[in-house]
């Protein structure tokens, strides 16, 4: 299974740029590194996804190291409606294979 | 469109007891996908359709469960004879496929709130 490794925790302050790194050094050619979130008692909601270049949109940038072993998901102003466990999944053909997370918690 | 539906959204049952969920996707999506998430964990793949074709399962999905999606549309996931590790959240998430082979990778996918699951 691709694999991605996310540290478990992490703090930042309201309204103060968030960073959250991903591992993936099994990533193959072909695999999308795609980002989600979950807030509690819902399901994993999409918040970007990219091949090799970086990506904007509206919620987050995607920041896709030149050999593509490593991302990094940024938020540009945490609020507290960011609290929520991140997923950094590779998607890989037809499956999407997530790891526990990296759990964001952020202080007012 | 209301997004992907879950039903029900919790289930208590005794051991040995079969459940049945069901999972409504977006309308135009021609994928769907089952995960299973337990307590701290990432969700885990079971299995995906695409249109009413089941085309992998995971090594996860024991002889117990089976999961159908007639017609392309809604689908179900089965438990048969309940054991208390089937505890868990079971996900339904949908996609329109943009590319594939290669390019399946890029489909995104919309979660469902989930179908809770405990078993006694």
């Known amino acids: 299974d691709a694999k991605t490794t996310q540290p478990n925790s992490m703090e930042s302050n309201e309204e103060e740029p968030v960073h959250l790194p991903c591992n993936h050094s099994?990533?193959?050619?072909?695999?999308?590194i795609h980002w989600y979130r979950q807030l509690p008692s819902q399901g994993p909601e999409y918040v970007i996804h990219?091949?090799?270049s970086n990506v904007n949109n509206r919620m987050a940038s995607l920041a896709i190291a030149e050999d593509r072993k490593s991302s990094t998901l940024i938020l540009h102003r945490a609020t507290l409606r960011d609290a929520a466990v991140y997923y950094c999944i590779l998607g890989t053909g037809n499956q999407f294979y997530f790891g526990t997370g990296t759990s964001l918690t952020v202080i007012p | 469109d209301t997004g992907v539906s879950q039903n029900p959204r919790h289930k208590i049952t005794k051991r040995g007891q079969n459940v049945t969920f069901r999972c409504d996707p977006i309308?135009?999506?021609?994928?769907l996908y089952w995960y299973r998430q337990t307590l701290g964990q990432g969700p885990e793949f079971l299995t995906y359709?695409?249109?009413?074709?089941?085309?992998?399962k995971s090594r996860l999905l024991s002889d117990r469960f089976s999961a159908e999606r007639p017609k392309g549309s809604f689908s179900t996931l089965e438990i048969q004879r309940t054991e208390q590790g089937d505890s868990a959240m079971y996900l339904c998430?949908?996609?329109?496929?943009?590319?594939?082979?290669?390019?399946?990778?890029?489909?995104?996918?919309?979660f469902g709130a989930g179908s809770r699951l405990t078993v006694l």
């Open positions: 359709f695409q249109n009413e074709a089941q085309l992998e």
């Open positions: 309308s135009e999506h021609n994928r």
């Open positions: 990219g091949l090799t």
């Open positions: 998430a949908s996609s329109l496929s943009v590319g594939t082979g290669e390019y399946s990778g890029a489909n995104v996918l919309t």
């Open positions: 099994t990533i193959s050619g072909t695999d999308y």
